[in-house]
């Protein structure tokens, strides 16, 4: 029995190592390589960061370019939420406590291709996303200013 029948392999690299047991090492470890890049984009870290006039900012971190988030909000309890296209979520905790401005909480949840920020707020505001690299960054306003005084 050869070698390459021996082999068994479970799962999505099953096709993968079928057709790669007999390229040289060099050649598989360079595909691997590739495939690792070719990954699902990971949200890695949000950064919270006060701004002038009460506003929020987070910088929500991918490991590769940033999509276009899919926003929509909630007005009891008043939320925000981002869904983030091809996106797993590799932060350590689901839950993260902010307690400032407008923002009380940030919920993280993977389902499917997707995964969903969620920011919990004291009072629908009026906020800005914008993508720049591997970020995404939403600006919140004050939380003195609501989102109904804003939209007249």
Known sequence: MSKAKRIRAVGPLRKVVSVMVHMPVSSLLSAT?????????QLKNIDVRALAG???????????????????????????ALDLPGTSSALKNRRQDVGKGALDTILVAEAGN?????????????????VEGNSIYVTLESAAKSLSLIHI
């Open 114 to 130: 997707r995964t969903r920020v969620v920011l919990n707020l004291d009072k629908l505001v009026a906020y800005e996303t914008r």
């Open 33 to 41: 390589a590739a495939g690792a890049q070719d990954g699902v984009n």
């Open 54 to 80: 009460n506003k929020l900012e987070l910088r929500l971190e991918m490991t590769g370019p940033a999509p276009e988030p899919l926003t929509f909000t909630i007005d009891e309890p008043a939320r925000i």
